[in-house]
């Protein structure tokens, strides 16, 4: 029987487990045995590998974590890292490998099929910041789990005529900070593709004070600063009363929204599509509602934007 194989590597993300699901019985569909490989590359390496069967993938596709685990292995990256991966996908006779992850196992992918493996990549990660795909699985399930907590803090907040402070995930990129931003009525968002110097932060505070407005929610995104640190700022430059939060881990929890479900559906189906039909080192992803798929090389090469006409919207909104 022909064999693939499929992990999931990196942050885990709400959703992974309805892509592998869906790479299971696509898999099935075209008379594949579907090997799951547990703790992502770092499993690969180590030849955790067992065939999947339908009590695996049973009841999974409303939960969020992945049953295949997951890690981050600098060891896969080193030659000796590589070859023993390469070694153990032989020795299971996998015909073709699917990936769930971010860029960083997007690299892995690359470098497999640069091997001469049959690789394909879903994305799979909370930020968005995949420049060539519109949406990762998962990052819909976290604007969610974040926009339900700014309404709790907003609570407090208005209470104490407080203004929050909080902060999010996202690395490099403020797509969280921004989505679940707009979803809440967030007042300020700071994301590190826009700069934002913390004295505009304290003029635009001290104006909606003025003008009656006690409370406001600013938005951080962790790669354009730390939310402590712009309370500190705030008590030392003005008279604004704020308290900051750092949502972390619950942000990646969940279970996974509709929409982090059906594209992980339609994305699994088609990197098994791609693998029957011989093409290797692609990128599956999803633009303008459509699922689409690029070489890998060009997926870990698309830099990746802000949505500048999201950005200034709510600006504008937020000064009135
Ligand atoms: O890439 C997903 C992400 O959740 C980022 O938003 C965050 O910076 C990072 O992973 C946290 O990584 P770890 O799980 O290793 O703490």
Redesign the pocket.
């Known amino acids: 029987m022909k064999r693939i194989g499929i992990l999931t590597s990196?942050?885990?993300?709400p959703g992974m487990n309805a892509a592998i699901r869906s790479v299971f019985k696509e898999g099935l569909a075209r008379g594949y045995a579907v090997m799951g490989i547990y703790h992502g590359y770092k499993g690969l390496i180590e030849g955790s590998v067992r065939q999947l069967d339908h009590g695996d993938v049973e009841n999974i596709m409303h939960k969020g974590g992945t049953i295949l685990r997951t890690a981050?292995s600098a060891e896969f990256m080193q030659a000796g890292g590589m070859q023993k991966a390469l070694d153990v996908i032989r020795a299971y006779n996998m015909d073709g490998l699917v990936v769930v992850g971010?860029?960083g196992s997007f690299r892995g992918v690359k470098a497999l099929s640069d091997a001469g493996i049959r690789a394909v990549g879903i994305p799979g990660?909370?930020?968005n910041?995949m420049g060539y795909t519109d949406f990762t699985i998962?990052f819909d399930t976290?604007i969610n789990n974040v926009m339900a907590e700014i309404y709790k803090i907003r609570d407090t907040m208005l209470s104490h005529d407080r203004v929050g402070i909080i902060e999010?995930?996202?690395?490099a990129?403020g797509d969280?900070a921004l989505w679940a931003g707009v979803a809440a009525a967030a007042d300020i968002i700071i994301v590190p593709e826009i700069p934002l110097p913390w004295e505009k932060v304290a003029e635009q505070l001290t104006v909606n004070k003025i003008k009656g407005k006690k409370t406001s929610i600013v938005m951080i995104s962790?790669?354009a600063g730390k939310a402590s640190d712009l309370v500190k700022y705030l008590c030392d430059n003005t008279d604004i009363e704020s308290k900051s939060v750092v949502l972390g881990?619950i942000?990646?929890g969940g279970n996974p929204t509709a929409h982090d479900r059906i594209i992980a559906v339609r994305m699994g189906a088609r990197a098994v599509e791609l693998i029957d039909e011989g093409k290797t080192g692609r990128a599956v992803g999803i633009k303008e509602n459509r699922v689409i798929d690029v070489d890998i090389a060009e997926a870990v090469s698309t830099p990746d934007r802000i949505d500048a006409s999201l950005y200034a919207v709510n600006a504008t909104l937020a000064k009135f």
Not at 10 to 13: I, P
Not at 168 to 171: A, F, K, L, S
Request: charged share 35%; with cysteine.
């Open positions: 990196g942050g885990d993300t981050r971010g860029d990660t909370i930020d910041d998962g976290a999010v995930m996202g690395r990129c969280i962790e790669g881990y942000q990646r």
